[in-house]
C-alpha cells in the first residue's frame, strides 16, 4: 500500500511537471531560489554602518527583497497585561540599524491569537510608524474560514501599508483540511487581497502542512509569491522548491535549520531567533554567499541551541527573556502562556554567550 501511494504521488508529481507552463522552471533568470552555487543578494540599507554585502538594489522586486532575515517580532506587555507600545517602538528602533530584510507583525511569535482586534491594530499601527519604507514589513493573518481570514486582511489593510500577508493554514476542523480545501481556502484569499500572500505552514502548531505540490499549484497565482516553512523538513523544502515557479519565494522558519535550508535552496528566513541573533543569523547567509560551508556550519552550531531555546523549548516566553537580557523589550506573555522558571532562563543566557562567542571568534583580526 505503501508503495502504491508513493508511486501515485510520483505521478501526480510528473503530470505536473509535464503541464505546467515553461516559464516557472525551464526558464533560469534571476531568481529568489538560492541554489548552492549562486550567491545570495543582501539587504536595502537601513543605516550606513550596514555592510555592503547585506545591501539590495534599490530596485529590487518583492521576491529579491524576501533573501535575507526578517524578523516575526514579539509584542512586549506591560506588568498587568496591557500592551507596550513604547517598547514595541524601541525594539524596532534598534532592529531597523541591524541589517535585516523587513518584518513580520501579529505571527505566531507576536501573539496574535492572544490580541483582540483592537489591540492587533494598535500593534500594527505602531510598529508600521517605526519601521522604515525600505524594510519589509508583512502582516500575519489567518482565521478559521476563508472569510474571516478576507475580512481580517481588508482590515488590516485598511489601517497600514504592507508589503505582504503572511497567511497561516486554517486548522480547528483539521480532517477537513485536505489539499482541495486549501486550494481553494488560499485562492479565494489571494483573489480577494490587495496585498501579495506568502503561504504559512506550521504544522508543528497548526497540524497541519501545506504539501510541496499544493505549494507549486498555488504558486501558479500571480498574488501568492510565496511560502514560510517553519518544519525542519528539509527534503520537502527541497521539493517545494524544484516544483514550484521560479521566482516563488521558499523561506525557512525554522533557525535550528538555516544552514540546512539555504543549502537546499531556501532564499530567506523569517526566524524568531533572529530577533536576538540577528548578526549571528546574517553571518551564516555571508558564508553562504561566499560558499564558506566550513564556516557556516560553525556559525550553525552556535545558533541551533539558541534558536531551540526561544522557540520549541521554552517559548514565545523563552524569547522574550532573551530579549530582556539583550537589552530590548521583551515583558511577560499572556496566559495561558507562561514565563521560563529560573533554569531555564540560565539556560537560554548561556545559549546567547555562546552566540556572542561563535560572533567574537569569527570577527576579523585588527590591522
Known amino acids: ?44 540599507p537601513v543605516s550606513t554602518s550596514i555592510p555592503e554585502r547585506h545591501k539590495l538594489k534599490p530596485d529590487s522586486t518583492l521576491t529579491d527583497k524576501l533573501r535575507g532575515v526578517l524578523l516575526p517580532i514579539a509584542t512586549p506587555f506591560h506588568g498587568d497585561g496591557s500592551v507596550n507600545l513604547s517598547g514595541l517602538h524601541s525594539n524596532i528602533l534598534k532592529w531597523n540599524a541591524t541589517g535585516i530584510a523587513g518584518y513580520v507583525v501579529l505571527g505566531s511569535t507576536g501573539e496574535r491569537v492572544n490580541l483582540d482586534e483592537a489591540e492587533q491594530l494598535q500593534v500594527i499601527k505602531a510598529a508600521r510608524e517605526a519601521a522604515p519604507a525600505n524594510l519589509l514589513f508583512i502582516a500575519g493573518v489567518g482565521q478559521q474560514s476563508t472569510r474571516g481570514t478576507i475580512q481580517e486582511i481588508e482590515r488590516l489593510t485598511a489601517a497600514v501599508t504592507v508589503d505582504a500577508v503572511l497567511v497561516i493554514t486554517p ?44 505549494a507549486a499549484k498555488l504558486s501558479e497565482h500571480a498574488n501568492i509569491v510565496g511560502i514560510k516553512d517553519s518544519s525542519n523538513d528539509i527534503a520537502g523544502l527541497r521539493e517545494t522548491i524544484q516544483l514550484a515557479r521560479q521566482d516563488f519565494a521558499v523561506l525557512t522558519g525554522n533557525g535550528t535549520v538555516l544552514r540546512e535550508a539555504l543549502g537546499a535552496g531556501a532564499c530567506g528566513g523569517i526566524l524568531a531567533v533572529g530577533c536576538v541573533a540577528s548578526e549571528l543569523c546574517l553571518e551564516i547567509f555571508s558564508a553562504a554567499k561566499s560558499s564558506d560551508d566550513e564556516r557556516r556550519e560553525r556559525l550553525q552550531d552556535a545558533l541551533t541551541p539558541l534558536a531551540a531555546a526561544v522557540t520549541t523549548r521554552f517559548g514565545i516566553g523563552g524569547l522574550k527573556a532573551a530579549l530582556d537580557m539583550i537589552g530590548y523589550t521583551g515583558g511577560r506573555v499572556r496566559a495561558p502562556l507562561l514565563a521560563p522558571a529560573d533554569e ?11 552566540a556572542e562567542q561563535a560572533l567574537l571568534v569569527e570577527a576579523p583580526s585588527p590591522a
Open 1 to 44: 500500500m505503501a508503495a502504491r501511494d508513493g508511486n501515485n504521488r510520483q505521478s501526480e508529481i510528473d503530470n505536473w511537471e509535464r503541464k505546467r507552463p515553461t516559464r516557472y522552471r525551464e526558464v533560469v533568470p534571476t531568481s529568489c531560489h538560492c541554489k548552492e552555487s549562486q550567491a545570495i543578494d543582501w539587504y536595502n
Open 171 to 214: 486548522h480547528f476542523y483539521r480532517a477537513a483540511i485536505t489539499r482541495d480545501a486549501l486550494m481553494d481556502h488560499y485562492t479565494a484569499v489571494a483573489d480577494a487581497s490587495a496585498a501579495p500572500l506568502i503561504l504559512y505552514s506550521m504544522p508543528a502548531l497548526t497540524g497541519i502542512r501545506i504539501e510541496p505540490l499544493t
Open 344 to 354: 531555564a532562563r540560565a539556560e537560554i543566557q548561556r545559549c546567547l554567550k555562546a
